[in-house]
């Protein structure tokens, strides 16, 4: 880990039983021997896109046709590896779905 401010490595290697890999990414604070410090910027390209692919998201819509097979979706979801983070279901009205459907 760099220092910044003191343009100085502050720590190299060490396990911290506090800190899980979770709590690592861009815009986290972290406390680490009393020093709370604010993750900006991974340290190699490799690092960056193994953190960005575990953090990554999706947005699914199912439509309304397909409603009697929301279970069998939302299982083969889950079997193919994704967690579901959020889940809402809600009934557009005319004016919504002319507002989400705009740019298509």
């Keep these: 880990m760099h220092d ?16 899980a890999l979770e ?3 861009i815009g986290a604070k972290v406390t680490i021997l009393s020093r709370c410090m604010k993750v900006t910027e ?4 490799r690092t960056r896109s193994q953190f960005e692919r575990s953090r990554s ?9 397909c409603y009697p097979h929301i ?3 939302l299982d083969q979801v889950y079997t193919s ?3 579901v983070a959020q889940l809402k279901m809600s ?5 919504t779905a002319a507002s989400f459907y705009e740019e298509h």
């Design 4 to 19: 910044v401010k003191n343009a100085r490595i502050f720590l190299k290697k060490m396990e911290i039983p506090t800190l």
């Design 23 to 25: 709590d690592l990414h």
């Design 42 to 45: 991974y340290g190699d390209v």
């Design 57 to 65: 998201r999706t947005f699914a819509m199912i439509k309304p046709d």
């Design 71 to 73: 279970g069998k979706i």
């Design 81 to 83: 590896g994704f967690d």
């Design 91 to 95: 009934k557009f009205s005319k004016a």
